[in-house]
């Protein structure tokens, strides 16, 4: 296979994830392997350069007729920038400022008045700038002005095929001057440069061509999806069923990306709390029958104590008070309003008081371990069992407990899985549901929606970083369906999941196979003979 077959391929990987950005790394491995245009005879090494490098004593296996190989220190010097003070900067000017990754202001004097390459030294380690005329280099970067043996639009190429980037070190990478003298740059002859910038010109042309049709496929596909789930997030009675299906039949040939199907989960979980997705049966006994035995069960709960005395006095209180506001959206029949604490046992926010963090223990669930409808292991912290009994006073979480986030972000929430014990980190709340009376399931689904935050009441506070009043999570309005109703609700929402995982499976495999063939293409390619100038067209 050859570089003809990489191209005549081209669209068979154009949607994998890295494409164009692969392509145009290829395209410059080719220019510095000396594959990208054909070398001529009459073409010879610089003298200077032959010079310089006499000493080097590198082998040079491969390397085209007329190339030479020696470091980077051997053939340039990355100069120090200078700092400039911002009285000395200005919005315009005769002469660019540059920092670590392009202009930053402008100023009346250059520190070099050739044509140089802004190397990023700290920040942005190892990003490339080409300045064509006088330029100011702030002591965040190196400058490089080219020798006389180097087309600077060539070594521009060649600094960026070497990824100095790779080479920053530290929290805030940084690029040692020492670490980039030690890469190797082959040099081709003076003419052969200038044939081989006016190819990559060429070539990287194409590739933001390719990019922009690319871009321009994505485009089409966000506006046809979009279309798809809008007809259904406001549906017409009418035409709801056609839509829907039209919309399954669809949008796994339209999705290419991860997000696209997070749009449907998201549309799939709106559809299932406002009724939309099973018919509603009159047979079922309704939402408010439904609260009332709930109201019951929770009386004769709390009347015993349950969890403890003092919480279950608050729990009563807090239930006294709830109230359902007028003028809210309409539900289908056999729907009613209920806020969350009314749908609950009780609903208990976490101690006010970051937890001491042990080496091991019970596991702290903290906001950044709800994620998505499950708990996750991220930056796990532990406590001991002093901790836990402390911060478990008001009630010790159990299997099948709602855990909600109030910050950062709001509104995540989960089931405790079983088997698992957890103390509740700070930012937490929890709430447990009535044995026999909801769907765990449902309601999760239901705190899943994506207008969730429609429905608090308590509205979040806070200047810098917004969280849930307790209040808001208490008082979050609910729209409870049948019993009957959430379980049929709860059995279609996992079929429509369980389609979108298979998707997303789907786009994995594709992805993962695009990027093989990929690399196939490209490891081949370049074992492959040198461009034409038909080959590149």
């Not at 194409?206 to 871009?215: I, K, W």
Request: glycine residues 6%.
């Amino acid at each position: 296979m050859n570089a003809d077959r990489l191209l005549a391929h081209y669209e068979e990987i154009a949607d994998a994830p890295d494409a164009i950005s692969r392509l145009r790394r290829f395209i410059l491995d080719l220019a510095m392997r000396g594959k990208l245009v054909p070398q001529a005879s009459k073409d010879k090494p610089n003298l200077e350069l032959l010079k310089l490098i006499a000493n080097e004593g590198l082998a040079h296996p491969n390397l085209p007729n007329g190339w030479c190989q020696a470091k980077i220190g051997t053939l340039l010097n990355f100069q120090y920038g200078k700092g400039l003070n911002s009285n000395e900067r200005a919005v315009e000017g005769p002469v660019p400022v540059y920092g670590s990754n392009g202009i930053v202001g402008f100023t009346e004097s250059p520190l070099t008045t050739l044509p140089s390459i802004i190397v990023g030294r700290k920040g942005s380690a190892g990003a490339m700038n080409l300045c064509d005329g006088p330029s100011w280099t702030t002591d965040v970067a190196y400058f490089v002005e080219a020798p006389a043996f180097f087309n600077i639009r060539f070594l521009l190429n060649a600094l960026t095929a070497l990824r100095l980037d790779k080479l920053g070190k530290g929290v805030k990478p940084g690029l040692s001057r020492s670490d980039a003298y030690e890469q190797v740059l082959s040099v081709p002859p003076l003419a052969e440069q200038h044939r081989i910038v006016a190819k990559v010109d060429e070539l990287m042309a194409l590739c933001d061509r390719l990019e922009a049709a690319r871009a321009e496929r994505e485009a089409t596909r966000d506006r046809l999806t979009a279309a798809s789930l809008a007809r259904l997030n406001t549906p017409d009675p009418a035409t709801f069923q056609a839509d829907v299906r039209f919309a399954l039949n669809t949008i796994p040939a339209l999705t290419n990306r991860p997000d696209q199907i997070k749009q449907l989960r998201q549309t799939i979980l709106n559809l299932a709390v406002r009724g939309k997705l099973v018919p509603q049966d009159p047979k079922d006994e309704s939402a408010s029958e439904l609260l009332k035995k709930i109201q019951k069960k929770r009386g004769r709960l709390l009347a015993s104590g349950y969890p403890t005395p003092d919480e279950a006095r608050t729990q009563s209180k807090k239930q006294s008070e709830q109230t359902i506001p007028i003028g809210l959206e309409s539900l289908p029949a056999g729907w009613a309003w209920a806020t969350l604490l009314q749908c609950s046992a009780f609903v208990v926010d976490c101690k006010n008081k970051t937890a001491p963090y042990s080496s091991k223990g019970i596991r702290l669930i903290r906001t950044t371990n709800v994620r998505d409808g499950k708990m996750n292991m991220n930056d796990q912290r532990y406590v001991d069992q002093n901790t836990f009994d402390l911060w478990s006073a008001r009630c010790i979480p159990e299997p099948g407990d709602i855990l909600i986030t109030r910050e950062a972000p709001m509104g995540e929430v989960c089931l405790i899985p079983p088997g698992e014990q957890i103390c509740l980190g700070q930012r937490m709340m929890l709430a447990r549901l009535v044995p026999n009376t909801i769907e765990q399931e449902f309601l999760i689904y239901s705190l899943r929606d994506p207008q969730l935050m429609d429905r608090v009441q308590d509205k979040p506070i806070g200047a810098t970083v917004q969280h849930l009043r307790v209040g808001g999570v208490e008082t979050l309005l609910v729209p409870l369906p049948p019993l009957a109703e959430q379980q049929r609700i709860v059995a279609k929402v996992d079929a429509l999941m369980a389609l979108c995982d298979q998707l997303e499976a789907s786009l994995d495999h594709t992805a993962i196979t695009r990027r093989r063939l990929l690399d196939a293409l490209l490891n081949e390619a370049l074992d492959s003979v040198p461009f034409t100038a038909k080959t590149a067209a």
